[in-house]
C-alpha cells in the first residue's frame, strides 16, 4: 500500500508518517499527548485506531494498568476505530464505560465468531489420577497430531494450546517440537522460533517442524494462512480465549479445525487445570451443537440450533446426522443406543433455544438497569 508509517520511540520524532504503531503505555505519556495535540492543533489527527482492542479490559493494577487508561484518548475529539474479534456482549457495557464512549454514539459492526469453514469438535478421555490423565493426554495428542500431520500434508501448520507454560514446555520435550511462551527465550528468539514453524524447514523435528505447542502468548496478532488444526489440550478458562486461539485455523479460508482434548474425573487437573464458567463447560459437554454456545456467548446470537448450511459441521452435528439417516433401517442392540443419543440431542437442542431465550431477555433486563441507574445518578 505504500503509506508512510513510523513506530513511536520517545526519542525522536515520527516525522511525516501517516501511520504511527504506539504501545499502550508509550500512548499514557506526556510526550505523546503533545505530540497529538499538535497534531490536532493543525488539523492533521484523522483518528485512532486500537487493535485488540478487548485487551483493554484485561489490565488491572498488577498487569498492564495503562490498559484501563486508553479511553482518555477519545477526549481528544477524533475518530476512534475499535477493532477486535473477541468483545462479547456481555463486557460490551463495561467496554463502553472504559472507552468513555456512550453506546448510543457507536457504529457496532458485528460478524459471527465462528468459522464456517473449522469443524468443532472435542475429545473426552477418563482417568483417575493425574499421573495417568498426564500419560493419557500425551498418547492421545501425538495419535491426533500424527493422524492429521498425514491428513493435512506440507506446508499445513498445527497450533497446540495449553494452559500453563509447565503443561507447554512437557508437552513440547516430550513431542521434539519448538514451544512459545512468555519465558521462553529472548524476543529475538521467540521471532526466530515462530519463522522456523512458519516456513516448516526444521524438518528434522517432528511433524517435520510443523508442529508448535504454546500458551495464549501465541493468541494475538498471529495471521498465518494455513493453520489447518488448532489444538487445545484442555479448554481455555474463558470462552473469550478460546475464540482467539481457535480463530487462527483456516484463516485462508479453507477447511480447517478445532480440537479440544480434555479429561474427566480426578485426573483431569494432572497437565492443565480446567476451565471456568458455565459457557465454558456448556461448549465442552457437548449436550447442543458447538457453535450455538460459542455464538451465543461471543455474539448474543440466540436463533441458531445447530451447525448451518455452507458451514462444516461440529462433532456433534455429524453425530446426530448419521442417527437421522439411520432412522429407518432396522435398529440393531447398539444402533437403539445411538437412536436414544440422537433423541437425547434433539431435546438438548431445544432446551438450548429456551436457555438463549432466557439469556437474551436477561441482557436486555441488565441494559434497562444500567439506563436507570445512570438517569438516576447523573452517569
Request: with cysteine; aromatic share 6%; hydrophobic share 35%.
Amino acid at each position: 500500500m505504500k503509506i508512510p508509517c513510523a513506530e513511536w520511540r520517545s526519542d525522536q520524532s515520527p516525522g511525516p508518517a501517516s501511520l504511527v504503531f504506539v504501545t499502550p503505555e508509550s500512548a499514557m505519556t506526556k510526550r505523546f499527548h503533545d505530540y497529538v495535540e499538535g497534531l490536532r492543533v493543525m488539523a492533521q489527527l484523522d483518528g485512532f485506531v486500537f487493535d485488540e482492542a478487548h485487551t483493554i479490559l484485561e489490565g488491572t493494577r498488577d498487569f498492564r494498568p495503562k490498559l484501563r487508561e486508553l479511553g482518555r484518548l477519545a477526549l481528544v475529539g477524533v475518530q476512534m476505530v475499535y477493532l477486535t474479534a473477541t468483545l462479547p456482549p456481555s463486557k460490551e457495557g463495561e467496554f463502553f464505560k472504559l472507552i468513555n464512549t456512550r453506546p448510543e454514539d457507536v457504529t457496532m459492526i458485528r460478524t459471527s465468531t465462528s468459522r464456517a469453514n473449522v469443524v468443532y469438535s472435542v475429545q473426552t478421555l477418563v482417568a483417575t489420577t493425574p499421573e495417568q490423565a498426564t500419560e493419557a493426554i500425551m498418547a492421545k495428542v501425538r495419535e491426533v497430531l500424527d493422524q492429521k500431520l498425514e491428513e493435512y500434508p506440507w506446508p499445513a501448520k498445527i497450533i497446540v494450546y495449553c494452559n500453563t507454560v509447565v503443561a507447554t514446555d512437557a508437552l513440547a520435550t516430550e513431542l521434539n517440537c519448538d514451544a512459545y511462551h512468555r519465558d521462553v527465550d529472548t524476543r529475538d528468539g521467540k521471532a526466530e522460533r515462530l519463522r522456523a514453524w512458519m516456513s516448516g524447514l526444521e524438518r528434522e523435528r517432528y511433524g517435520g517442524g510443523r508442529v508448535i505447542v504454546a500458551t495464549n502468548a501465541l493468541g494475538l496478532g498471529i495471521d498465518v494462512p494455513d493453520i489447518r488444526v488448532v489444538m487445545h489440550v484442555e479448554m481455555p478458562f474463558e470462552m473469550a480465549d478460546y475464540a482467539q486461539q481457535s480463530g487462527r485455523a483456516g484463516r485462508d479460508g479453507k477447511r480447517s479445525e478445532a480440537i479440544v482434548i480434555r479429561v474427566t474425573a480426578e485426573g483431569q487437573r494432572g497437565l492443565t487445570g480446567l476451565g471456568s464458567g458455565r459457557t465454558v463447560d456448556d461448549f465442552i459437554n457437548g449436550r447442543v451443537c458447538r457453535r450455538v454456545i460459542l455464538d451465543s456467548e461471543m455474539d448474543g446470537r440466540d436463533n441458531r440450533d445447530r451447525c448451518e448450511e455452507g458451514e462444516e459441521r461440529c462433532d456433534i452435528c455429524q453425530a446426530a446426522d448419521e442417527v437421522a439417516e439411520l432412522e429407518d433401517v432396522e435398529l440393531s442392540e447398539e444402533d437403539e443406543e445411538v437412536d436414544l443419543r440422537a433423541q437425547e440431542i434433539g431435546v438438548q437442542q431445544i432446551r438450548s433455544r429456551v436457555a438463549n431465550r432466557a439469556i437474551r431477555e436477561a441482557r436486555e433486563v441488565e441494559l434497562l438497569r444500567e439506563r436507570l441507574q445512570e438517569r438516576l445518578y447523573g452517569g
